[in-house]
């Protein structure tokens, strides 16, 4: 009865590479979003999407691409990983934008080599 | 633009003393406050929030924090720490354009 789940966990990969996480809440929200946690703990959102719609786009490079294919889905996409993108993601949802509490997910380590 | 500052990237109590995490926030729209912990190796979950209505808040593991508009604080105490509190503790702030801005966490070491 996980509220947020993302996949994999765990996702090494070599520079240059393409890769996907995925993230599934089955709260009925209408709001998801993407962080991202660096080796310093700072957190930082990336993405966000209400009923599918993207709203917030943070300055993201354009190698990360967010896909919602429905309201309890939000996927992030990387395409040509770089050392820097090796972070701790997020994935989050809430009800309402703005009053609402977020609930995360248990988070996706990325390490690129 | 919205900002929030964590005074103090790590704090370390005795078991049973004191807990004082202090956040301050910048917005020029009434903010709405989040405090947040994560335990390590997981993610965050929230430990209290103020909307509107009384500022002096409770979460959950005994936490409070109030709400002081005059000093743009919105700082989380508990009377006693516990040493399963040591953990991460994010204040965020979110504006009425949807967006979260997190501070840059505030580690809480508890000593026996």
């Known amino acids: 009865d996980t509220a947020v789940s993302q996949t994999p966990k765990y996702l090494v990969t070599q520079m240059g590479n393409d890769k996907s996480i995925k993230c599934e809440q089955n709260l009925g929200h209408d709001t998801m979003y993407w962080y991202k946690q660096d080796s310093k703990k700072f957190l930082k959102i990336m993405f966000s999407?209400?009923?599918?719609?993207?709203?917030i786009n943070e300055t993201v490079p354009n190698r990360f691409s967010p896909k919602s294919p429905d309201k309890a889905h939000l996927n992030l996409h990387i395409n040509s990983l770089e050392l820097g993108d090796s972070a701790v993601y997020f994935c989050?949802?809430?009800?309402?934008?703005?009053?609402?509490?977020?609930?995360f997910g248990p988070g996706t380590r990325l390490t690129v080599l | 633009a919205q900002s929030v500052t964590q005074l103090g990237s790590h704090v370390s109590v005795s078991e049973g003393a004191l807990v004082l995490l202090r956040c301050n926030y910048s917005s020029s729209v009434p903010p709405y406050l989040f405090w947040y912990v994560q335990y390590p190796n997981q993610g965050l979950q929230l430990l209290l929030k103020?909307?509107?209505?009384?500022?002096l808040v409770k979460g959950i593991n005994g936490f409070e924090a109030e709400f002081k508009k005059s000093e743009t604080s919105f700082h989380l105490t508990k009377p006693s720490a516990h040493m399963s509190d040591a953990a991460e503790y994010f204040c965020?702030?979110?504006?009425?354009?949807?967006?979260?801005?997190f501070g840059d966490g505030t580690t809480l070491t508890v000593k026996p």
């Open positions: 103020y909307t509107t209505g009384a500022t």
């Open positions: 999407y209400n009923n599918k719609e993207l709203i």
């Open positions: 989050a949802s809430s009800q309402e934008r703005v009053r609402d509490t977020q609930y």
């Open positions: 965020a702030v979110n504006t009425n354009a949807g967006k979260s801005t």
